[in-house]
């Protein structure tokens, strides 16, 4: 997985609509109207979060965040995560993974990273789905700053569609591998 991390802290990516976006990011925090019950999905990865969003053109998704969260929370939620779907090589059998989903409020869905074109690359991004406990964690507890990156996400965007591939690149956030450890649980 990678992500761009300090000693502390993790960002991870999340689209809304501006009525919502807007808000958190100015005041740094998820607003009261943002629903601490439903499962929210967190993405480490830029692109994966722009192929999600169509670069902040998808309806409901047109404000882009930058989250950076403790390193504390979001490895709890890693730890305490169960895959979105049942998988024979990773679980005892179909039955006990129904179980620990339904136990759990934190879960792990791999999807094939992006290129700057959005087209699928060969390997897998994080997206981790949270829920209850760990939603109401993540927003209230976990967020240490919140980001409007829309505009840098409207400029590389603009750099791709006009050919300028390396200056596209040199603006995206550098993510780099992140060390959470065994997630043999996960797949991993």
Not at 12 to 17: L, P
Not at 42 to 70: H, N
Request: glycine content about 6%; some cysteine.
């Amino acid at each position: 997985m990678r992500a761009v991390h300090t000693a502390t802290t993790v960002t991870v990516y999340q689209a809304y609509s501006p009525s919502l976006g807007l808000p958190a990011a100015r005041d740094g925090r998820f607003p009261p109207a943002w629903k601490r019950e439903r499962m929210t999905w967190i993405k480490p990865s830029f692109l994966w979060m722009m192929y999600r969003c169509g670069w902040a053109t998808k309806e409901g998704q047109e404000t882009v965040l930058a989250v950076e969260i403790t390193r504390e929370g979001f490895d709890h939620a890693l730890r305490h995560a169960c895959l979105s779907h049942y998988e024979p090589r990773t679980h005892d059998d179909a039955q006990s993974w129904r179980r620990d989903l339904r136990r759990s409020s934190t879960r792990v869905q791999w999807d094939p990273e992006r290129d700057l074109h959005l087209n699928p690359l060969p390997h897998r991004s994080l997206q981790l789905g949270l829920s209850g406990p760990a939603s109401r964690a993540y927003a209230d507890e976990w967020t240490v700053s919140i980001r409007d990156v829309t505009p840098l996400a409207r400029e590389i965007h603009g750099l791709v569609r006009a050919g300028e591939e390396a200056a596209a690149r040199a603006l995206l956030p550098a993510e780099t591998p992140y060390g959470a450890g065994p997630l043999t649980h996960l797949g991993a």
